[in-house]
């Protein structure tokens, strides 16, 4: 197992109360797996990403977490967690690549940096070799140019690419990529969904891709976790929760999934989940019973008083949903 996440809770303190943005999440990668997390806009996708990397926001709170990375775990209520988990090796590729690049320096500087906190004995020559060579890994142009350029001169998907680069350099167990493409238009959101596969062939790390897009997770994922509302309702290889959703919520998403070349907006609360009627219940109040069950077109008495355990589903080991309708009879 590369990493696994357990139980993981979040809270935001806001003035007019507490936000519970994750109740009890768990996930378990291997080396070498692709695991897509999705869910609508709100779900807590990217406090998951940021509990792990440890850029939560300062009125966050992990109220209970674990995280196993190569058999060593952290507890993640716990301040100094996050930094020992990324001294094991994670890096985050986010939506906005200058969140990860610098504008002042060269692309070249961003990445010898890179390897010089890796190995701060090399020499020079030797780290502006392998950043070059990351760089036409993934098959950015004229690699040696670019080294000299600055963030500013390359576009949207360059810089997408020079962030690989530099995760490709760090060799990371586990790399997450928080909606990696959303900014992006759709040819260039395959080519960089490539360079990540491709990253992921080449150092076998665990990748945690986090999107509103099905699409991308049937097309580019070997597993998939829904979450809703912070939990987490159904988790399970591609395969199996798309041949036989557990989840009421899992089988809509798939009934209303539009097209994987729709058009894009950056703005991320446009990439809602629109089609199914109803909104996300208040993170404040979370309601007895199932968190699905105001939205749920299948629904029954129990569902308003009794919180679902995560039933398996099928014969599958590692398929899982929380629905009552599982429950051995
Ligand atoms: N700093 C914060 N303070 C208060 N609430 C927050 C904060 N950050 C996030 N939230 C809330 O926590 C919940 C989960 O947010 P999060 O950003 O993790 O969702 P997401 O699934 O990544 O959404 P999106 O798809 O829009 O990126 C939302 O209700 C959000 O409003
Ligand atoms: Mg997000």
Do not use: W
């Not at 260039?188 to 891709?209: N, P, T």
């Not at 699905?292 to 039933?311: K, L, Q, W």
């Amino acid at each position: 197992m590369a990493i696994s996440l357990r139980n993981l809770s979040v809270d935001y303190s806001l003035s007019q109360g507490t936000a519970h943005a994750l109740r009890g999440v768990s996930l378990d990668i291997q080396k070498g797996e692709l695991l897509g997390l999705v869910g609508e806009s709100g779900s807590g996708k990217s406090t998951v990403a940021f509990a792990l990397m440890g850029l939560l926001a300062n009125n966050a709170k992990v109220t209970s977490g674990t995280a196993t990375i190569d058999g060593k775990s952290f507890d993640l209520t716990k301040r100094n967690a996050t930094a020992a988990l990324r001294g094991r090796g994670m890096a985050m590729i986010f939506q906005d690549p200058m969140l990860s690049l610098n504008p002042v320096f060269t692309i070249g500087t961003q990445l010898c940096e890179v390897l010089r906190r890796r190995a701060p004995n090399g020499d020079r020559k030797t780290r502006v070799a392998m950043a070059e060579d990351a760089l036409d890994k993934v098959k950015l142009s004229n690699p040696r140019r670019r080294m000299n350029q600055y963030p500013h001169e390359l576009s949207g998907g360059m810089r997408q690419r020079v962030v690989i680069a530099m995760a490709l350099l760090s060799e990371p167990a586990l790399l997450i990529a928080d909606e990696p493409t959303t900014a992006l238009d759709v040819t260039v959101e395959a080519q960089i969904m490539r360079e990540i596969i491709s990253l992921r062939d080449r150092i076998g790390c665990a990748v945690l891709l986090i999107t509103h897009s099905l699409g991308l997770v049937t097309e580019y994922c070997d597993k998939l976790s829904v979450l809703y509302a912070g939990e987490r309702l159904e988790s399970g290889t591609v395969r199996e929760v798309q041949r036989q959703p557990g989840h009421p919520y899992t089988r809509m998403l798939f009934d209303c999934e539009v097209p994987i070349d729709r058009e894009r907006h950056a703005d991320a609360s446009e990439n809602r989940f629109t089609v199914i009627s109803g909104d996300l219940p208040d993170p404040r109040r979370r309601p007895p019973g199932c968190i699905f069950n105001g939205r749920c077109d299948v629904s029954f008495d129990e569902c308003a008083t009794i919180n679902p355990d995560d039933y398996p589903v099928g014969n599958d080991a590692g398929h899982s949903a929380r629905c009552l309708r599982l429950r051995a009879s």
